[in-house]
Each structure stands twice: as structure tokens, then as C-alpha cells.
């Protein structure tokens, strides 16, 4: 596996897959292993996916300072990723919580990105703001699934600010177009593959700084490419317009009947969209 030292000294991993000119990917999570990403829905056929495995996941080294996990630190990471590679620019992806990675590196290095990808992209690096009905409208759009009673009951307590593991769990299928066995292995993988001692430190106290962040992606001249799910809940399409509409060069590009995993719900399509806006 390649590896390389971020500027702490920590050992980090990264994964290659696939042919052509090089995307590299952020995994969400937070602070999950890059392996839940895959091929990204059939990518590798066209692009060499280099998926980073963040300090602490995966195949990469915990570090010794653990406040590390910072989202705002992380960027340092992507950078000596960057200068390992050798690239003066990048094509970048981050998906989920990732995005909040990508969105930073992007705005503290405009000049190394050659095009920004972000898959159904979390919103606390921008500090959008995203109502309880918000989420509940749009999974609404999904009352005739068998499990939706039991999952609407739970997300409506977790937007309450009632959230427990078990209502988390509840609300799994909404993450998802189809609740089958590829979604189920995929959400089950999830806590294993999560580092839970750095998810709170991702996204702690100096993690983000909306205004300044805001500030840079005006003046960022790369384009951007924002791909959500029609029916995620993490992401609304509402939200996801309002953080589209936060570069100058950004297209928005809803999926019919999407949620949180694109590639996953619609390969196809995902792969159509993302190698049409990359060349």
C-alpha cells in the first residue's frame, strides 16, 4: 500500500484503483475508512481513484496527538497528499463529512484545485443551516417503504434533539434508495470501520470558520460539480442549492429518487454525471 508522512510525522495510507487521470477521494463518515467508497459505482474504468485513507481509519496510523482529528487539520493532510503525488493541481472528491475537507483544502489552496467534486456534502464547513423540516419533508416522499413508520417515528425524536443509538439505527434505510443487502452491508461496516474516539474531534471547538470559509469558495475559479440525492436527508436539495450557490463556477445536480450513496443508488447515472463534468 503507498504511504506517506504528514507533516506531524504520522504514516498515512492511501489506495489506487482503476485507469487514467487520477480523482482524489475524501471519505464522510466522519472519520471513516475510505474503503466503503469502492470503485465508486464503476469510476475505475476511466479515472485512477486514490481514496485516503484519513489519520486514525483505515490502514493509516493513529496519531499521537489525538486533537489531530481536527476537519480544519485534516487539510494539512490532503496537501502532503498533494506533494506526494507530485501534482501541481488535483481533481478532489469528498463525499458526506469529507466534503468539509475537501471545501477547506479548496479554500485554503485555490490554486491546486483543478476541479472540486462534492457527493451529497455535509454543510458545517459553510455553516448552512438545515431545518427539522427540512429532513422530514423529503423523506415523506418515501411513506410507502415497509420500514418507513418505524424510521419517520425515530427521525422526528432525532430532530428533536432526542437522538439514541437505537433511533440512529432506525433511521438507517433513509440513507440509502434501497434498503437491500448492498445497503445493509454497507451500513453495518459503518461503525466498524468509524474511528469514534476522532468523530468528535473532527468537528470540535476552531474545526470551522464559516464566514472566512464563505469568503474564499466566492473568489475559488475551479468548477465545482455538487451531485444530491433528490431524497437524502442528510443533504435536502434546498440546502444543497443555497451551498451551490456559494461558488462562482459550481453546477447542482439533483438525482431522481437519491439519497446519501449516489454510486450505490444509481451507478450508472453517478458515473455518467461525474465523468461528463470531469473531461
Not at 443551516?129 to 413508520?149: C, K, Q, S, Y
Not at 434498503?179 to 474545526?207: C, H, I, R, S, Y
Not at 472566512?212 to 468548477?223: E, G, H, K, S
Request: proline share 8%; charged share 25%; glycine share 8%.
Amino acid at each position: 500500500m503507498p504511504t506517506f508522512s504528514a507533516s506531524d510525522g504520522t504514516s498515512l495510507v492511501f489506495h489506487t484503483d482503476g485507469d487514467g487521470p487520477p480523482l482524489v477521494c475524501l471519505p464522510g463518515g466522519p472519520m471513516r475508512a475510505s474503503s466503503y467508497l469502492g470503485d465508486l459505482g464503476g469510476l475505475t474504468a476511466r479515472r485512477r481513484l486514490i481514496r485516503l485513507d484519513l489519520r486514525g481509519t483505515g490502514d493509516s496510523a493513529t496519531p499521537r496527538d489525538p486533537m489531530s482529528y481536527r476537519c480544519d487539520l485534516l487539510v494539512d493532510d490532503v496537501e502532503a497528499l498533494r506533494v506526494h503525488l507530485g501534482v501541481e493541481q488535483m481533481d478532489l472528491l469528498g463525499h458526506s463529512a469529507g466534503a468539509n475537507i475537501a471545501v477547506g483544502y479548496a479554500a485554503r489552496h485555490p490554486d491546486r484545485i483543478a476541479r472540486l467534486l462534492l457527493v451529497t456534502p455535509s454543510v458545517m464547513a459553510v455553516g448552512i443551516e438545515i431545518t427539522p423540516e427540512d429532513r422530514l419533508a423529503v423523506v415523506r416522499e418515501r411513506e410507502g417503504e415497509p420500514w418507513f413508520a418505524d424510521a419517520y417515528a425515530a427521525l422526528e425524536e432525532i430532530t428533536q434533539g432526542r437522538a439514541t443509538p437505537e433511533r440512529w439505527e432506525a433511521v438507517a434505510p433513509f440513507w440509502y434508495r434501497r434498503w437491500d443487502e448492498t445497503a445493509q452491508a454497507l451500513q453495518a461496516a459503518d461503525t466498524e470501520e468509524k474511528n469514534q474516539e476522532a468523530v468528535p474531534v473532527f468537528a470540535g471547538e476552531g474545526a470551522f470558520d464559516p464566514q472566512a470559509t464563505r469568503a474564499a469558495l466566492a473568489d475559488l475559479t475551479a468548477p465545482v460539480l455538487l451531485i444530491a440525492g433528490e431524497v437524502d436527508v442528510a443533504g435536502p436539495p434546498r440546502a444543497m442549492a443555497e451551498f451551490a450557490g456559494l461558488f462562482p463556477k459550481a453546477e447542482l445536480v439533483v438525482q431522481a429518487e437519491g439519497s446519501h450513496h449516489p454510486w450505490v443508488d444509481d451507478p450508472a447515472q453517478f458515473v455518467s454525471m461525474v465523468n461528463e463534468f470531469l473531461g
